[in-house]
């Protein structure tokens, strides 16, 4: 467990783990009529957190009791087998190219009811991939046996990978580096997404300083809902 090095396993009643499960809550309650069930993390560009940001978030709903599946999609610059110290020998891009069977890239952790999905061989064509019928199946599949499946993409202003993944996803969630990443950036990804017809849950204002506004820690967590859009206009 001292090797996964993410704050809601290291510090459960930390504010920052607070603040994860507070988005997890939101996310639960976030739609009345549809249940959110698979979720695409991004960011609008790279170094923003968004890895960390999906690993707390499927570590804070499996806590929860809910039988998790976190998945990473960035097959350029894969990190959720580092932070979980697992292998990436095989992964969803050797399942989707009928390489490997589903149940054998599946690979349970220490945290109860969570499982992972590396990104496997650097396929020549991720996006193609990821935008198949093959990867639609593939997660129809994964929804009968997980309650929440956790999608970690790659940046929205990169590459397109993230826009065509939220096409079978029920919400995305926007991960934003406080004091690094401009306005117009945050804006722009904002508008990739809708582009597509994304719904956006909420925006993850991450690498906060200690001294802003009282808030703790390098990291803060902000859900901000549809109503609250203006906040990243």
């Known amino acids: 467990m001292d090797k996964i090095n993410l704050i809601t396993l290291k510090d459960s009643r930390s504010p920052i783990s607070e603040a994860f499960r507070t988005l997890r809550t939101n996310?639960?309650?976030?739609?009345?009529?549809?249940?959110?069930?698979?979720?695409?993390?991004?960011?609008?560009?790279?170094?923003?957190?968004?890895?960390?940001a999906s690993s707390n978030l499927a570590v804070a709903i499996a806590q929860?009791?809910?039988?998790?599946?976190?998945?990473?999609?960035?097959?350029?610059?894969?990190?959720?087998?580092?932070?979980f110290q697992i292998s990436n020998f095989r992964g969803i891009s050797d399942s989707l190219a009928g390489k490997s069977n589903y149940q054998d890239i599946l690979q349970k952790?220490?945290?109860?009811?969570?499982?992972?999905?590396?990104?496997?061989?650097?396929?020549?064509?991720?996006?193609?991939?990821?935008?198949?019928e093959k990867m639609r199946l593939f997660l129809d599949k994964l929804k009968d046996e997980f309650e929440y499946i956790?999608?970690?993409t790659p940046p929205v202003l990169m590459v397109t990978d993230a826009q065509l993944l939220s096409r079978f996803a029920d919400g995305v969630v926007l991960v934003v580096s406080?004091?690094?990443?401009?306005?117009?950036?945050?804006?722009?990804?904002?508008?990739?997404?809708?582009k597509v017809n994304a719904k956006?849950?909420?925006?993850?204002?991450?690498?906060?300083?200690?001294?802003?506004?009282?808030?703790?820690?390098?990291?803060?967590?902000?859900?901000?809902?549809?109503?609250?859009?203006?906040?990243?206009?």
């Open 27 to 52: 996310i639960q309650y976030s739609s009345v009529d549809k249940k959110i069930q698979v979720i695409v993390v991004t960011s609008s560009g790279p170094g923003e957190g968004k890895s960390t």
């Open 64 to 83: 929860s009791g809910y039988k998790t599946l976190l998945v990473d999609c960035d097959q350029r610059k894969p990190k959720i087998h580092k932070i």
């Open 109 to 132: 952790t220490e945290v109860e009811n969570l499982n992972i999905i590396t990104t496997g061989t650097k396929p020549p064509n991720p996006a193609e991939l990821l935008a198949s």
């Open 150 to 152: 956790i999608l970690d």
């Open 178 to 194: 406080s004091s690094e990443v401009e306005r117009d950036a945050a804006k722009k990804a904002k508008e990739l997404l809708e």
């Open 200 to 233: 956006i849950l909420g925006v993850v204002l991450n690498k906060v300083k200690s001294s802003a506004r009282g808030y703790y820690g390098r990291y803060n967590y902000y859900y901000s809902s549809d109503s609250e859009e203006k906040k990243i206009r």
